[in-house]
């Protein structure tokens, strides 16, 4: 079955960077829309950003607009997410989200990694 492994968080101060990595085995990767997610404490968890198969069109949360990059390797079956000017209200629990799509303005996935905690220090 489709598993998905998040790597790459860690503690970071304001201002800074943190690249995430997913890693997919079990499925056939290239054949996804995938996502990022992440759930902060006491909150839902929220859309991220987004990458078609193809890697032609990407989408972001208003929030991280400008400030993260998603990108994919298909040969390495790989998801990334390139984070810049980290806030303190970036922190929380950042999930993979497999074989991804939207419905209205509400994002879904059909497989998830446990996730990876990114806290960002003021």
């Known amino acids: 079955q489709v598993q998905l492994v998040e790597s790459g968080g860690g503690l970071v101060q304001a201002g800074g960077s943190l690249r995430l990595s997913c890693a997919m085995s079990?499925?056939?990767?290239?054949?996804?829309?995938m996502a990022w997610f992440r759930q902060a404490p006491g909150k839902e968890r929220e859309f991220v950003a987004a990458?078609?198969?193809?890697?032609?069109?990407?989408y972001y949360a208003d929030s991280v607009k400008g400030r993260f990059t998603i990108s994919r390797d298909n040969n390495k079956n790989t998801l990334y997410l390139q984070m810049n000017s980290l806030k303190p209200g970036d922190t929380a629990v950042y999930y993979c989200?497999?074989?991804?799509?939207?419905?209205?303005?509400?994002?879904?996935?059909?497989?998830w990694g446990r996730g990876t905690q990114v806290t960002v220090s003021s």
């Open positions: 079990g499925g056939t990767f290239s054949d996804y829309m």
């Open positions: 989200g497999g074989d991804s799509w939207r419905r209205g303005t509400t994002w879904y996935a059909n497989y």
């Open positions: 990458m078609t198969w193809s890697s032609d069109e990407t």
